[in-house]
């Protein structure tokens, strides 16, 4: 199963500094179409995302543009429309020095990649439930995501399998280096392999505040329903140091809501997740 994400600070009144700090940041984060719909379950967000966001100090609001007919596709889904228009939006204002981070986990990470280029540029992998250590480029000496990262975690991340895969789909790093657009775009952070193809893993935007795993940060902490998901204290640090940088990046927005109402009724906190735990890949999902 290709689990995903994207996530981004959401827009209504923009208004920026560079130097003040945020401490009520809001991240969007994008619902997906469910498989086979039922009667109020159209849409779903794992809770393991939200929990990400939330143990470093934001707030979640889920984002639905829903076209009915489901099955995400990162070319015809409703899923991909929403993902354009924000990556529209965050390109727009980074380029107006409005800062709006972005962060593409797996199907978010694969989205991101065909935003940027344009292209259906994936290669098929064996990368479905496996953790991994991450393979390094020395790009990372001067990484805005792993620089607040300590020394000895880096050192655990590139030893031990702390990285959790669940996608057929990678972006191989020849795809990367032979493509202009992704190439000039982001910064390659980590690369693996699955023994036949060597793929992107870890990317930051040269340019601008956009980030993307094709591993699951978030599942270390919050996810127990599949037995390569890893559960050690570095894999724990991992998913916290990595929300605590995406949530620090969001601090640097000041976007709002027009009133507190408004702020209000869009929060998560009016939803309830479910149980799903033996039966699915997410111990606990919002449905939509
Ligand atoms: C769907 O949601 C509506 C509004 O909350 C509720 O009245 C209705 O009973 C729900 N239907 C099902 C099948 O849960
Ligand atoms: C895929 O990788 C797993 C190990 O993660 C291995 O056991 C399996 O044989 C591989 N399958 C193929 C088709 O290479
Ligand atoms: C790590 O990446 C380098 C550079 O692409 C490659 O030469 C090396 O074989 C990779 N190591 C592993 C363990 O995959």
Same mark, same amino acid.
């Given at each position: 199963m290709i689990l995903s994400l994207f996530f981004m600070c959401l827009s209504c009144l923009p208004f920026y500094s560079s130097d003040k700090i945020n401490d009520r940041p809001i991240i969007g984060v994008l619902a997906q179409e469910v498989y086979s719909q039922k009667p109020n379950q159209t849409a779903y967000i794992a809770a393991s995302y939200v929990k990400f966001l939330e143990s470093a100090g934001a707030r979640v609001v889920p984002v639905m543009i829903l076209y009915p007919g489901g099955g995400v596709s990162i070319i015809s889904s409703g899923y991909e429309r929403a993902a354009k228009i924000f990556y529209e939006l965050a390109i727009e204002a980074n380029s107006r020095g409005d800062y709006f981070p972005v962060w593409g986990t797996c199907l978010g990470f694969e989205q991101l990649m065909y935003l940027t @280029?344009?292209?259906?540029?994936l290669s098929q992998t064996n990368t479905s439930g496996v953790a991994l250590p991450l393979n390094f480029t020395?790009?990372?000496? #001067? @990484?805005?995501?792993?620089? #607040?990262? =300590?020394a000895e975690l880096i050192e655990d991340l590139a030893t031990q399998a702390l990285t959790e895969n669940s996608h057929k789909w990678s972006l191989a790093v020849l795809t990367h280096n032979s493509n202009e657009e992704l190439k000039m775009f982001y910064k390659v952070l980590s690369t693996n392999t699955d023994g036949k193809v060597e793929f992107v893993s870890t990317v930051e935007a040269y340019d601008y505040p956009i980030y993307g795993t094709?591993?699951? =940060?978030?599942?270390?902490?919050f996810e127990w329903?599949? =037995?390569?998901i890893p559960h050690s204290p570095s894999a724990i640090k991992t998913t916290f140091y990595l929300a605590q940088f995406f949530v620090s990046e969001a601090r640097k927005n000041f976007h709002k809501f027009e009133s507190e109402d408004e702020e209000s009724k869009a929060l998560i906190y009016n939803y309830n997740p479910v149980f799903t735990g033996p039966k699915s890949g997410f111990e606990q999902i919002y449905f939509f």
């Open positions: @280029s344009e292209k259906t540029i020395n790009e990372i000496k #001067d @990484s805005k995501m792993f620089k #607040d990262f =300590p094709q591993w699951h =940060p978030e599942k270390n902490a329903t599949r =037995p390569y």
